[in-house]
């Protein structure tokens, strides 16, 4: 591996490019064609800020925020894109304002958080939908509270939920992370993922209802009984299949062969492979291939995670560092005690 690299900002803007002048190419692709440069870590900010910070080029500016929050019919306020959006940009990324730190702290220590707040982000805070309050009565600091750990960013909080997502949000080292998934055009709106992928249509439905308390009219959920049949047996597969691998470490080729199959279902669901996916999936078959001294092939599968993590994580992240090192070397991982 060669160690003059172009700087990070370089690199993201070649592998952007790269996707848009090649849009046939797949991650796995780009990895291909830019090894042998390393991607130089960025050095953190550190801190906490309220204000989301930005870290790619075309987002150094107020000005140049690529989404605006606007009302979306049926869904209150969401994000919409700005201008057109490249799979792989990072949206925004942003510190929460309000924060369950280590367990379940309860109404008041929340409430003391909230207290020490600018009246205008208490307002954006309460503007949000709680789901026990559907009519906007009776709002509490808690209503929205589903887990015992968890924070509130006031931007990304404002990304609504689709079942066929253009972009995924991430919990990196204290801050929220959105980054674009699959392209998306000026004007369209921006949409996470609230639940589990691999769920039908109607199993999605009772869990966004349960969980959200909404129905889910999104483009997956609204096309043709046909191809939503299909469609939902494609996601079962890919659910039932992900489910197996860990069944078949013992077996480390035939593991590796449902990681290619997994990875190859999703692009049958007429979407690029989710960067999140490719990232767990490829950073498994790398293990695996290891397991057995395959170095060739270990190698291909690590610059693939490690493509996809600069996406998912950013480049100064500490996976993103450690997938670094095992791109550089990928014997450094059985140092670390092989553990598949």
Request: net charge negative; charged share 25%; glycine share 8%.
């Amino acid at each position: 591996m060669a160690e003059g690299a172009a700087d990070n900002d370089t690199w993201r803007q070649e592998a952007v490019q790269m996707q848009k002048d090649n849009p046939e190419l797949t991650t796995a692709q780009i990895a291909e064609k830019k090894k042998g440069e390393l991607v130089k870590p960025e050095k953190g900010s550190g801190g906490y800020s309220k204000e989301a910070r930005h870290e790619s080029p075309v987002q150094s500016s107020v000005k140049d925020l690529p989404y605006r929050i606007a009302p979306i019919p049926g869904k209150g306020l969401g994000l919409i894109a700005t201008r057109q959006i490249s799979r792989g940009e990072l949206i925004v990324e942003e510190s929460p304002v309000l924060m369950e730190r280590q367990g379940f702290m309860g109404f008041s220590q929340i409430q003391e958080q909230f207290d020490q707040l600018e009246a205008s982000v208490q307002d954006q805070i309460m503007d949000l939908h709680d789901k026990n309050a559907p009519d906007g009565n009776g709002k509490t600091l808690l209503g929205g509270v589903g887990s015992s750990n968890g924070a509130l960013c006031l931007v990304i909080s404002r990304a609504n939920h689709s079942c066929i997502n253009n972009c995924y949000h991430g919990w990196v080292d204290g801050r929220e992370r959105l980054f674009c998934d699959a392209d998306i055009a000026s004007g369209e709106e921006i949409c996470t993922n609230y639940i589990q992928w691999h769920l039908t249509t109607d199993q999605r439905q009772r869990e966004l209802q349960t969980q959200f308390g909404f129905a889910c009219d999104c483009p997956a959920c609204m096309q043709a009984e046909s191809l939503q049949k299909k469609h939902d047996a494609i996601r079962l597969k890919i659910g039932q299949l992900d489910q197996s691998i860990p069944e078949l470490y013992p077996m480390p080729s035939k593991a590796v062969a449902l990681v290619e199959q997994v990875l190859s279902l999703y692009e049958k669901l007429g979407r690029p492979i989710p960067y999140v996916a490719e990232v767990r999936h490829c950073y498994d078959a790398f293990q695996l291939s290891l397991s057995e001294r395959n170095i060739p092939a270990a190698k291909r599968w690590i610059q693939r995670a490690y493509a996809a993590s600069l996406i998912t994580d950013g480049p100064s992240s500490p996976q993103a560092l450690r997938f670094e090192r095992f791109v550089k070397n990928p014997l450094s991982r059985l140092q670390d005690g092989l553990c598949i």
